[in-house]
């Protein structure tokens, strides 16, 4: 079993910076999973925003515009999520995932998932 735990998210100016953070805990290794960030928008659906996979490749949906930087620290056993240059347009709830499988850009293909941490953008 895995459970993942999400902080860091607030009210933010456009243009203003957060950091995520995502603690991992299980009987195995966080390295053994692929991971991803995803967000979801009132009303919208739940989208990819970056994934790592368990040879810490990494990619960035195409809207990030690199604007964000995802990172894993296994030692710690935590995933980060560095958002900088937000706009309005990136208000959601942003969510952390994992799975044992390969790394995806479909929500479908995580079993395990965090409860979410709420990023606010005014203009």
């Known amino acids: 079993q895995v459970l993942l735990v999400e902080s860091g998210g607030g009210s933010v100016q456009a243009g203003g910076s957060l950091r995520l953070s995502c603690r991992f805990s299980?009987?195995?290794?966080?390295?053994?999973?692929?991971m991803a960030w995803f967000r979801q928008a009132p009303g919208k659906e739940r989208e990819a925003v970056a994934i790592?996979?368990?040879?810490?490749?990494?990619a960035y949906a195409a809207f990030v515009k690199g604007r964000f930087t995802i990172s894993k620290d296994n030692a710690k056993a935590t995933l980060y999520l560095q958002l900088n240059s937000l706009k309005p347009e990136d208000t959601a709830t942003y969510f952390c995932?994992?799975?044992?499988?390969?790394?995806?850009?479909?929500?479908?293909?995580?079993?395990?998932w965090g409860q979410g941490t709420q990023v606010t953008v005014s203009s």
């Open positions: 299980g009987s195995e290794e966080i390295s053994s999973f692929s």
């Open positions: 790592v996979d368990q040879n810490a490749k990494i």
């Open positions: 995932a994992a799975d044992s499988g390969p790394v995806s850009w479909s929500r479908d293909r995580y079993t395990y």
